[in-house]
């Protein structure tokens, strides 16, 4: 099958324009330089569309004994408390880049119009630290939020999870985890293009490899600096690879018609069905990976960060 160098023939009109080009670096970055890139990327997402005023944040730690360390977390909740129930956010970068501090222009308006609270995990990143590190620190994070309900204003009934691109992967592993470990118990898990199987075997895989965007080189970058030396991915950390996904909390599945990551998203949410999880896969046609933060003022962006408010919505109604 011949890859697809350049997907812009497959684009949503609206984003062709803005399709930007990104290099993949030969080499992975010291972390300093890493954060600085992801930052410069948020800052123009910032910069398009701003955070709502009507939401506010303060920091905090998750202790080691709930964990293998310290893990910190920022918490952002309504300027005038609406609500009680809490999303435990993980946010993307391949595994190896973001910073949980940065997360306001993706979470801030879920908290406004949802009134939520949105706990965003710094957990630790690859290759400094592979797996399980990432996923043990989103497991504590969770383990603490569940165990602190006056402190935060939530109640433990309604606790969910999500994670866009690999955090999505560690979402759908949280997931598993408490499920596996017999709690925290968790209500809802969004997924926003997540990464779920480490093997890049899919067809989208091979034939969407367009160097501007997440592609095939990068993902089995990520997947090398995450799985460490021998290149085990211990359990849970490849969701899409687990033999068992029932009695999993209910899902929303978000994918993006011209991501390589396509065809593990589209798979992880049928299994989830086939598991009789309560699932919703939405793919979007002619978005790219992330697409929806990265050109925030496109239609479909617009569209689909609608589809995710909603889906939360429903989620914390239930």
Avoid: K
């Avoid at 592993?173 to 480490?198: H, S, Y």
């Amino acid at each position: 099958m011949d890859r697809i160098s350049d997907i812009t023939p497959l684009l949503d009109r609206d984003l062709v324009a803005g399709f930007a080009a990104i290099a993949v670096p030969a080499e992975v970055p010291p972390p300093v330089e890493r954060r600085v890139i992801f930052r410069q990327l948020m800052a123009v997402y910032r910069g398009a569309l701003p955070p709502p005023d009507g939401v506010i944040h303060r920091d905090a730690v998750v202790p080691a004994s709930f964990g293998d360390v310290d893990v910190p977390v920022r918490i952002f909740a309504p300027r005038e408390p609406r609500g009680d129930a809490v999303l435990l956010w993980l946010h993307g970068g391949g595994f190896s880049v973001g910073h949980h501090e940065d997360e306001d222009v993706v979470v801030a308006p879920w908290v406004d119009a949802i009134g939520c609270t949105v706990v965003s995990v710094g957990y630790r990143l690859a290759p400094e630290h592979p797996a399980p590190a990432a996923l043990n620190d989103a497991c504590a994070a969770l383990r603490w939020i569940a165990t602190a309900p006056a402190e935060l204003g939530v109640r433990p009934s309604r606790i969910a999870v999500g994670g866009i691109s690999a955090g999505g992967t560690l979402g759908a592993g949280v997931a598993l985890r408490a499920r596996d470990e017999q709690g925290p118990a968790l209500c809802f898990q969004l997924l926003l293009v997540p990464a779920a199987d480490n093997r890049s075997a899919t067809p989208s895989m091979q034939t969407l490899n367009d160097p501007r965007q997440w592609n095939l080189e990068a993902n089995v970058l990520a997947w090398q600096m995450y799985a460490g030396g021998d290149g085990a991915v211990p359990a849970h950390c490849a969701p899409g690879r687990s033999d068992d996904l029932s009695n999993l909390p209910p899902a929303y599945v978000e994918v993006a018609g011209a991501d390589p990551l396509r065809d593990e998203g589209i798979a992880f949410a049928q299994r989830l069905m086939q598991a009789g999880v309560a699932t919703e896969l939405h793919v979007f046609p002619g978005a790219y990976h992330a697409s929806s933060y990265v050109q925030p003022l496109a239609p479909i962006s617009r569209r689909a960060r609608a589809e995710t408010i909603a889906a939360l919505q429903r989620a914390f109604s239930a």
